[in-house]
């Protein structure tokens, strides 16, 4: 008789299909850009203790939902989609959340904000793709050089 073996994934691994490192990728991109938008351009006078909190609580949020999403998901794969539609409705939740809007629509910052984080989904996707050919391609050729 076969044991019963269950296959949890670690959830705290850093690997792209654990859910810690995509937790703190999308905390700091929602952070990042609700504390930008909050601004209003304004950068002196953002960097106060309320602006910080405002969005750590969105950051905070945007994180507690990507996880909600991503254990629902299949984390084998990854697109640039993905990333920036996952990056854009939690930020849009978290900035909902966290406080309410600066613009007159009540619905304006939290599409501003989650735009530009998804921006910046797009833009760390890319950079880790960039990164990852570049040392991917760099490691044979110096194995082929060690061999001779």
């Known amino acids: 008789m076969r044991g ?3 296959s949890v994934p670690n959830a705290w691994d850093l690997r792209a299909n654990g859910l810690a490192r995509p937790a703190v990728e999308k905390f700091a991109g929602a952070w990042l850009a609700c504390f ?3 601004a209003r351009g304004n950068f002196l006078a953002a960097f106060s203790f309320e602006h910080a909190r405002l969005a750590s ?3 905070i949020v945007s994180a ?3 996880v ?3 254990v629902q998901m299949d984390r084998t794969s990854d697109s640039v989609s993905r ?3 996952i990056s854009a409705v939690a930020t849009f939740i978290g900035d909902i959340f966290a406080h309410p809007s600066h613009f007159p629509p009540q619905w304006a910052e939290p599409v501003i904000t989650a735009a530009v984080s998804a921006g910046f989904a797009i833009a760390l996707w890319h950079a880790k793709r960039l990164a990852k050919s570049h040392w991917v391609t760099r490691e ?3 194995r082929d050089l060690l061999r001779r």
């Open 4 to 6: 019963l073996k269950f």
């Open 36 to 38: 930008l938008v909050m």
């Open 57 to 59: 609580i969105c950051g």
């Open 64 to 66: 507690a939902v990507t």
């Open 68 to 70: 909600g999403l991503l």
């Open 83 to 85: 990333q920036a539609t």
């Open 140 to 142: 044979p050729a110096k």
